[in-house]
Structure formats: structure tokens, C-alpha cells
Nanobody, 129 residues
């Protein structure tokens, strides 16, 4: 079964940058679309970004559009989330999740948590001065 492991979280000041990684183990990421989600304390998990199997389509939630970039390197079995111009409201645990699909278009609710599985364990991102 596909297993996902996130890394790259940490504490940065507002305006700073982080790059999160979502690495697959046991199986290849080939054939899986990947979504990034986040969950702040006391809030529901929300979708941040999604990338299709071959990386030809991406989508972002409006609050991160223009600041975050999702990408993937299937040869390295890794999906990345480059986060720039970070704000305190970006503070959350960030999760990646997989959806088995060969589609080049996003024909599912990209930010619906019920549309993905399996999930990684999460990595903490804290934006504070």
C-alpha cells in the first residue's frame, strides 16, 4: 500500500519561505494525484493545492494563490509545496494525500478530504516573529 511521508516543516518569520516534501514509500507515486491540505488548531482540515498524476494540471485555494507552488518529481517519488511570502495565518499542520487516478484534468473535488487516501502523518508549519 502507498505510504506518504511529509517533511520540511518548521518555524519561520512572516514573509519567509519553506518547501514541504511529500515522499512516497513502498509504492511509486506514478498514477496518483496528490493534494496538500492543512489543519490549524480548532479548525477543519482544508485543501491547499492539488497536482495531477503527470503534473500537467495544478490548482490552488485562493488564500495561497500566487504564493505557493506545487510540483512533482515522479523519478524521485516526491511532490513538493514551495511556500513563499508566508503569513501567520498559514500556521497549521500540513498533510499530503493521494488519489489513484490517471486523469490529466481535475475531475473530482480537489479539496474534498473524502476524495483522497492514503494520507501522510503531517508536518508542522509555524509562522511567527
Amino acid at each position: 500500500q502507498l505510504q506518504l511521508v511529509e517533511s520540511g516543516g518548521g518555524l519561520v518569520q512572516p514573509g519567509g519561505s519553506l518547501r514541504l516534501s511529500c515522499a512516497a514509500s513502498v509504492l511509486s507515486l506514478d498514477g496518483y494525484a496528490i493534494g496538500w491540505f492543512r489543519q490549524a488548531p480548532g479548525k477543519e482540515r482544508e485543501g491547499v493545492s492539488c497536482i495531477t498524476t503527470r503534473g500537467d494540471t495544478t490548482i490552488y485555494t485562493s488564500s495561497v494563490q500566487g504564493r505557493f507552488t506545487i510540483s512533482r518529481d515522479n523519478a524521485k517519488n516526491t511532490v513538493y509545496l514551495q511556500m513563499n511570502s508566508l503569513k501567520p495565518e498559514d500556521t497549521a499542520v500540513y498533510y499530503c494525500a493521494a488519489r489513484y487516478t490517471s486523469s490529466s484534468i481535475i475531475n473530482w473535488g480537489p479539496f474534498g478530504v473524502q476524495n483522497y487516501g492514503p494520507w501522510g502523518q503531517g508536518t508542522q508549519v509555524t509562522i511567527s516573529s
